[in-house]
């Protein structure tokens, strides 16, 4: 089973920008759904992001108005483009494949860590 893989994490000052991608190898992405996780130590794992297969997208409460998915169906690629970070959105980020967006993920890459500080 073909796993996304995440990069592009690293440290940030607070109120600065970072874009994470997420590259599913040879999963056609208009017939799927991805999701951006969050998932901070101590803390459970967060919806950040989705995005249909449809290009319908939808975001957590946390980030709305601050991040924005997007996708490339020719690079296998999703973009999570974080702009005006707060240190609360440090944690690893993690994307996951599945149909619907219904919450059946069943695929899940390893993680890029995002840490935000002063």
């Known amino acids: 089973q073909v796993k996304p893989m995440e990069s592009g994490g690293g440290w940030v000052k607070v109120g600065g920008s970072l874009k994470v991608s997420c590259l599913a190898p040879?999963?056609?992405?208009?017939?799927?759904?991805i999701g951006w996780f969050r998932h901070a130590p101590g803390m459970a794992c967060e919806e950040v992001a989705t995005?249909?297969?449809?290009?319908?997208?939808t975001y957590g409460d946390t980030v709305k108005g601050r991040f924005t998915i997007s996708k490339d169906v020719a690079k296998f690629t999703v973009y999570l483009q974080m702009n005006n970070l707060k240190p609360a959105d440090s944690g690893m980020y993690l994307c996951a494949v599945e149909y619907l967006c219904s919450g059946s993920w069943y695929s899940w890459g390893q993680g890029t860590q995002v840490t935000v500080s002063q």
């Open positions: 040879n999963i056609q992405l208009n017939l799927v759904c």
């Open positions: 995005i249909a297969h449809d290009g319908t997208t």
